[in-house]
């Protein structure tokens, strides 16, 4: 099994649609991030956290809500879909102090 | 802010070597991290410069230097199997370190 999984590996949602995407892990880390991966932008910063009561904005958290329901789980929600939400989207963890991270298989999602 | 900037492609043949470099603007600066993601895979971790200088790993290594804001990853003895891009990632040296990435290398590979 993954250490971080994520689901659905694809969606495909209707504008205005309310979407959630889910992340498990189970390293035990702390951290968790949402990135969002577009051609030739690389990987960006939606929200991260700390522990279950501490999150945080990224670079481009406008449109989108997290859940840290437990140390293991991290869920995105996409209140209201729009196409330009179209993307890649990787959760991530890694440990207090730790550099490196790991990552999902990614949730490919697309809105028409 | 943060941002790191990468060549958007590389190409290179079998055998060869290859640097990618990675420069960043950044208000507090931790270190420099690269990750590999082949087509359709999740970027997976290869290397990390806290201080200056060359860390090598196989036939790969990582360069840092903190003054000029600079780093390259060396890829050496370049296989097929090399071919994905490559990103470097810098963690912030404030609060929570969290992990920014840069705009990634694609490295094409030929025989």
């Known amino acids: 099994d993954a250490d971080v999984t994520q689901t659905p590996r694809n969606r495909i949602t209707k504008t205005g649609k309310r979407i959630m995407l889910e992340c498990s892990q189970t390293k035990g880390h702390d951290r968790m991030y949402w990135y969002r991966q577009d051609p030739g932008l690389g990987l960006r910063l939606i929200y991260y956290s700390f522990d279950v009561k501490d999150i945080n904005k990224g670079e481009i958290s406008d449109g989108y809500s997290v859940s840290r329901q437990a140390q293991a789980k991290f869920s995105l929600s996409l209140e209201s879909a729009i196409p330009n939400q179209t993307a890649l989207y990787f959760c991530?963890?890694?440990?207090?102090?730790?550099?490196?991270?790991?990552f999902g298989q990614g949730t490919r999602l697309t809105v028409v | 802010g943060q941002s790191l900037e990468q060549p958007s492609e590389v190409t290179a043949v079998e055998g060869a070597i290859v640097q990618i470099n990675c420069t960043y603007q950044t208000s507090g600066f931790y270190g420099l991290s690269w990750y590999q993601q082949h087509d359709g895979g999740a970027p997976t971790f290869l290397s990390y410069n806290a201080l200056d200088g060359l860390e090598e790993t196989g036939r790969f290594s990582s360069f840092l230097s903190r003054s000029d804001s600079y780093g390259y990853l060396l890829l050496q003895e370049l296989q097929m199997k090399d071919s994905a891009s490559y990103f470097c990632a810098g963690r912030s040296d404030t609060g929570f370190q969290k992990l920014v990435f840069g705009t990634g290398t694609r490295l094409l590979v030929s025989p």
């Open positions: 991530a963890t890694s440990e207090s102090g730790n550099t490196e991270a790991f």
